[in-house]
Structure formats: C-alpha cells, structure tokens
C-alpha cells in the first residue's frame, strides 16, 4: 500500500522570506502523480502544485516549485517569498498512474505558520 | 456553479443516531469521491463514484456507512448507529473523467460530531 509521510507537524517562516515542507511517500508504482494541496481554516481543500512521475523536470507555480526527487522517493515544496496568505495547512497526497486506484493519499500534514 | 457543496455544513448528532450528508459535486463533474478528515489527520479515502456505479471502496467504509448516487448527479452518505469515532470532517470531491489530478474540486466539507 502507499504511504505518505510528512516528518514536519508545523513550521513557520517569516514574511518575504523562503520555507520548504518536506514530504517522502513509498511505492511500488511507476507510474503516479503528486500533489500539494493547501487547506486554509475552515476552508476547502485547494490545489497547490502538481508533478508527475514520469517527468523529470521539477513543477513550479509562481512563488511555489518542488524538488522531486524519484529515486529517494521525496517531494519537497519550496514556498518563495512567502505571504501572510500562504498561512494554512499543507498536505502532500500521492495518486496512482491512469488505470490505477482513484483515491488520493494524503501525508498528515504541516501546519505553516507565516509571522508578519 | 459554484464549485463543490456539502450540506449541512455542521451536525451534532447523539451516539447511536443515524446521519446523512449530501454533496452537490460541479455539473459536468462524472467522478466523486468521499474522504473523512479526522482532527490532526490527513484526509482519509472512503469511496468513489463514476456516474452512479460505486466503483471503489475503502475497508475504512464499514457496515454502517453507505453511499449512493441514484442519478450520477448528487451523492449522499449515510452513517447508521454512530458512534463517537465517527467525528470528522467528511470530505466530497468531484472531478471530470481522469485528469490526473487537475480539476479535483473539493467542498468545504460537513462536520460530524457524536455526543
């Protein structure tokens, strides 16, 4: 079964400045897609960035990029210039390859806080 | 559209009570889900709709829990006989066809609390 793990139960950065959520996940597939996903308080669950396994170069979104590392199995967000709006909860979610399960994975998550 | 809705947004139920959630997913939307959020958790997979067949289940669905969706448009989930372990945020999402993640809509969620 996969499993998605993410070691930080919170961190906090300051505003302006850079912060990177760490994620690491275990799985037999070759074929697969990774997520983050921002849950702010009491607010929807919403996409953050997405990669997928087959492509090498690392995804970005604006202020927001990842480091995929494929052979290690770790999936780091990297969050540039951060703003008092990037405040919520982050989770990494692994998502198995077309044709495979439907269910997303969710790591327990990180809770970033971002000081003005 | 107004995106992914969950009604009600709140329900306190007594333990042993039956409950029941409905999720309005985007329209074109042929794919839902249904996840649990517990507190301090990442959300948990319970099942998965294309158009009305149930095509996936977690074990994490008991016996007492059931999901339908009669016309491939709304769902509901129904929990018989709570019990306190079954406090969470009950998660829907909805998504057209495999997208590979892209347009996965999730709602705001209803949250369960068994007294």
């Known amino acids: 079964a996969q499993t998605v793990t993410q070691s930080q139960p919170e961190m906090s950065v300051q505003e302006a400045e850079t912060v990177t959520l760490s994620c690491t996940y275990d799985t037999s597939e070759s074929d697969y897609y990774l997520f983050w996903y921002k849950q702010p308080p009491s607010r929807q669950m919403i996409l953050v960035i997405r990669?997928?396994?087959?492509?090498?170069q690392n995804a970005t979104e604006n202020r927001f990029s990842v480091n995929f590392q494929k052979a290690a199995k770790s999936f780091s967000l990297k969050i540039s210039d951060s703003q008092l709006g990037d405040a919520a909860m982050y989770f990494c979610a692994y998502r198995a390859g077309q044709g495979g399960s439907e269910k997303l994975v969710f790591g327990k998550g990180t809770k970033l806080t971002v000081n003005p | 559209d107004t995106g992914v809705s969950q009604n009600p947004r709140h329900k306190i139920t007594k333990r042993g009570q039956n409950v029941t959630f409905r999720c309005d997913p985007i329209s074109e939307h042929n794919r839902l889900y249904w996840y649990r959020q517990t507190l301090g958790q990442g959300p948990e997979f319970l099942t998965y709709?294309?158009?009305?067949?149930?095509?996936?289940k977690s074990r994490l669905l008991s016996d007492r829990f059931s999901a339908e969706r009669p016309k491939g448009s709304f769902s509901t989930l129904e929990i018989q006989r709570t019990e306190q372990g079954d406090s969470a945020m009950y998660l829907c999402?909805?998504?057209?066809?495999?997208?590979?993640?892209?347009?996965?809509?999730f709602g705001s969620g209803t949250r369960l609390t068994v007294v």
């Open positions: 990669q997928e396994a087959y492509k090498q």
């Open positions: 709709f294309q158009n009305e067949a149930q095509l996936e």
């Open positions: 999402a909805s998504s057209l066809g495999f997208s590979g993640g892209y347009g996965y809509t």
